[in-house]
Structures are given as C-alpha cells and as structure tokens.
C-alpha cells in the first residue's frame, strides 16, 4: 500500500491526506477552493432581519427609479436589472385604468387583464424585435429597461385621476393632453437612451419606432380614461 | 450559340450568386436583362481570363452559386438565426420600400426594385401593427368628434375594436398572400411563367402595400363624406396598383381567363378590406338631428 500511495503521491497528493473515520462531516470538510466566498454570502442572507432584505431590493428598485426619471447614460439600469419595478408599476397602471365593471351596459374601458397583457405583451415583442434586428441586450435586460420606462405614465395617470375628480370638461381635458404628451415622450426618450447603445448602428430608428409606438398605444389609454360615473 | 447562351445565363447568375434562391432565380435573370445588363457586359469585357475560365468550369460554377444561395438561409429553421435573415435591412431600406409603395410607377415592379431577394418581416409586421392602433383609434376619435356636445353621450373607449382589427388586418396581410402564392405555384404548374415569387415577396408586398392606408385612416376622423370617400378612393387606386403592376408579370403568361380572375380576386379583396374597416370602425356620420321623424343621415354605411 505505501509503494502505490508514493507512486500516486504527486498526482493525488491531497487524497492521501483524509482520513476516512464516522467522527467527520462530509460537508464540513471538502475545501471547494471557489465557492466559498459565495456560500458565506448565501449564508449570511439567511441570518440577516426579514427587514434587511426586503429593504435592499426595495433600495434596489427606488434607484432606477430615480435613473429613469433623471435618463443619463449609466449602465446601472442595465447591468442588475430586476423585474419587481416593471410589475409593481404596471400592476398600479392596470388597478387604475380598469374601466366600468362587468355588469354595467357599456363595453367600458379596458379591463385588468387586457392593460396587463398589452404590457407584457408589447415589450416581449418589442424585445424579439431588437433582438431580431441584431441588438446585444439581453431578453430580461430589455423587459426591465421598458418596464421601468412606464414610470411617467404612470405618474401622468395619478395626476389625470387627480384632474379628472375636479371636472370633466375641455380645461382638464387641455392639462391632461399635455401632461400625457410630456410623459410619453419622456418614456420614450428614457427608454431610447438605455436602449440605444446595443443596437447596430443602421437600424436605430427601426428600433425606436416600435417604442415609441408601444407607449403612444399606452398614452393614448391614459388620456382617453374617463371614470365611471 | 447555345454553349454562349448558357455562358451568359451561367455568368449574371454567379454576379448576383448571393442573393439567388431557388424560386427567384428566374426573377433574377428578368432583372437584370431590364437593368443591369449593360454592367454586366462591362464586366465580362474586361476580365477575359476568369469568364474563360467560367466558361470552362460550368460545373465549378453551379457549385459556388448552389454554395452561396444556400449560405444565406442556411440556419435550421428552429435556431434564432433563421428569423434574423428576415430582419436583415436597415433604416434606410424600409424607408425606400415604404415611400415606393405609397408611390408607384407603370413599369417599376416593386419586388424586384426595391425587395430584391432580400424580403423582410419587419415592415409588414409594423405596418399592419400600426394600421390597427391607428384604425382603433381614429375610429373612437371620429366617434367622439360626431357626438361632441351632446350631454347624453358618455365617451367610451371601445376596447374590443382593437382586438377585431387586429384579427382583420394580420389575417389579410399573412392569409390572402398564402392563398395567392398557392394560387401561383398551381399555376406554375400547368404554365411556365417568368417571373415567379417566394412566399416571403407575396407577404412583403401586400405588407408595404397597407402602408398608405395609414394616413387615409386618419383623414376618416374628418365627419365629411365626401372627404372620406375621396380618400380611400385615392389610397385603394395607389395599394391596388402596387399590388397589380406586381402580380401582372407573373400572371399573364396564363390563359387571359385565368390571369384575369386572379387579377380581379386581388383587387376585390383588397377593396372588401378598405370598405369593411370603413364601414366598421367609422360607421357615424354627421347625426344632427335625433328626432324621431326624420333621421336625417342612415347610422350605419
């Protein structure tokens, strides 16, 4: 046995150190010489207060907020990209927006389901579209850049519903034309200056248009709501 | 005579090898005797050493234009890649496509002026997306302006409509082209035609085709009938040109009955659409008079 283990020992020279007995653990002592830093951070995110880790994703979130709503050329949008903002904002559009219910007469405004698929829905298809033509994004980076992008109109729907509780005639409906043409085109200029950049440079503007197509067809929904009476 | 004439086949094939596929390749020759003929003589007369050897090596020759058309859609069809073939243009194509269509010319057909064996998916899927929100919405704004100050009418915005012209027009513009390229390959059948299209040219250019229906959709908001009729007299002439100066090379080779009931076919189906978008979304004229007695204008086109 010691010839083979002298004659092994440059190859498996670590083998030949553990010693196999019941006392020892299993986990405890592999030595994975790349995991480990991870494992102590996995680790330490099951320690730390409820509180912590709902407030470092919640932090996490309000700062591309605050990207989207000041558009510079950060990749920070881009880089840890999160799909709660996208919902949250378009869970809040869709609650507003939701027309007369069902057993009123009128076919009313869009429900739910259809604001929340449109939105879904657009931006998967604006996403397979920049992909098609040759953008370098990535399928869920784009998703959260457009997601995040609806913030505006969102906050044009609040100030709309605010407008509209004080009366319903050509005044508001002029203040509600402009504040939803500024949103939407704030999107659309939010969203193009995160997108821009992975595109190939000849087809920008085929990129773009879709957009800015995507969220007149949301604009044009925030600014024909009117309230059940 | 003949050995020349396959040469010069053989020869304006391997010029534009890169774009050749198997059912344009007819349409490839016609071209380029139309356009380019007068550059690909240039050519062969200045560089008499390699069309010797082409004239030499014929089978060389099929070889690398059998090569190069199968590189361009080499991808199987269940890979990315094969769908990025058909997004291959950039800003600049579109655009010439888009203002070639709303403007067609006697003796200009669109595919092989502008479409050129590089077909696109991306102009007709845009067109017809943009041609529904803007039936959707124009319809719900001439609907608004018609009843604008009556105090009993409470606006709605009628979200079903978006979803019926979506229906209507996806199913035009990707439906009818696979009616008519089946049509086409029958025929090719019975009569050796020319000039024939692949499915992908049928669907772009009725796809471009739609394209002038946009601005004629928005000029419906205006309540007038004659405005309205008048401009989708004028949009339905421009379309269904594009569409017959497209197709009449490729039908009349055929018996004059059956060229003319395809070219017909079109042009109905093409009218059915325009009128019934009309008829649907924007059926309210100009309703002054809500009394009983004596309706003033039918609700209903």
Redesign the interface.
Known sequence: MAEVDDSRKPMFAGLSDVSISADIPVEGEINVPVGTPSQDDEYSTLDEPVKDTILRDLTAVGKKFVHVMYPKKSSALLRDWDLWGPLLLCVTLALMLQGNSVDSKEEGGPQFAEVFVIIWFGSVIITLNSKLLGGTISFFQSLCVLGYCIMPLTVAMVVCRLVLLGGSGTVSFIIRLVVVTASFSWSTFASTAFLVDSQPPNRKALVVYPVFLFYFVIGWMVLTFSPSA | MSANSDFLLQFQEFGDAENASEDSRDATTVTIEDTGSHKHHKQRKTDPVMSFDEDDDPQANNDQTELLSGQRKSAPFWT?EY??T??D????Q?KERVLGSLLPWPGKNFVSLYIRNNPDL?GPF?IC??LV?VIA?CG?ISDFLVYLGKPQY???????KVTIAATAIYSYAWLVPLGLWGVLLWRNTKVINIVSYSFLEIVCVYGYSLAIYIPAVVLWIIPYNTVRWLSIIVALCLSGSVLVLTFWPAVRDDKPRVAIAIMVAIVAMHVLLAVGCKAYFFSTLDVEHPAPKNVVTPSKQ
């Open positions: 990315f769908y990025q058909f997004f243009v950039e800003t600049h579109v991306y845009w997306a943009t929100f919405i719900n409470k606006y709605v915005p009628e979200f079903r």
